[in-house]
């Protein structure tokens, strides 16, 4: 047995190539994504002024601004048919960590409902201004890949008009 050992010994000094760790392969780079989730609501005649939502598909933008206060990011999603919204902040940079910093310079503001009897903005969680995101500890893990989640809202809709008896 010892000499056998003393045999593989003797191989790998003689072939240093058979055992060597191969040091040619790169790490492979992290990827992190930058996620904003919520839902759009709608308000009914019956329920309105009150905090009775039901679930409305829509379209919306998410918009950070630098610290000179110019628009750095700008793009506009739509909901699933009941009002979810996952929005893949592709091409989002950061210049400064906090002042570009998502929680800090983006927000999340409703663009138009499908329905017109409920189009009209309302202010649910400062929709109007732009509802703020706020960081829930949500990231969703891969092998290389990583997306951070933020979220925003809810946010919706109230009825353009509503019937005199409804109030």
Not at 8 to 37: C, G, I, Q, R
Not at 99 to 121: A, T
Request: glycine share 4%; net charge positive; with cysteine.
């Amino acid at each position: 047995m010892i000499t056998f050992i003393s045999f593989l010994l003797l191989l790998s000094l003689a072939f240093p190539s058979v055992v060597a760790h191969d040091n040619t392969t790169k790490p492979v780079e992290k990827h992190t994504d930058l996620v904003v989730e919520g839902m759009v609501y709608r308000q009914s005649c019956d329920h309105y002024r009150t905090w009775s939502l039901s679930d409305a598909s829509a379209k919306l933008s998410v918009i950070c601004k630098n610290q000179k206060n110019q628009v750095s990011y700008y793009k506009a999603f739509k909901t699933n048919d009941e009002g979810y919204f996952y929005a893949h902040l592709a091409g989002f940079k950061m210049t400064h960590y906090l002042s570009d910093h998502p929680l800090q310079s983006c927000h999340v503001k409703l663009v138009s409902s499908p329905l017109e009897n409920c189009s009209s903005l309302s202010n649910v969680n400062e929709a109007l201004n732009g509802a703020p995101l706020r960081y829930e500890n949500k990231v969703l893990k891969g092998r290389n890949h990583e997306a951070v989640i933020y979220a925003a809202g809810p946010l919706a809709f109230s009825p353009s008009q509503c019937p005199t008896n409804h109030f």
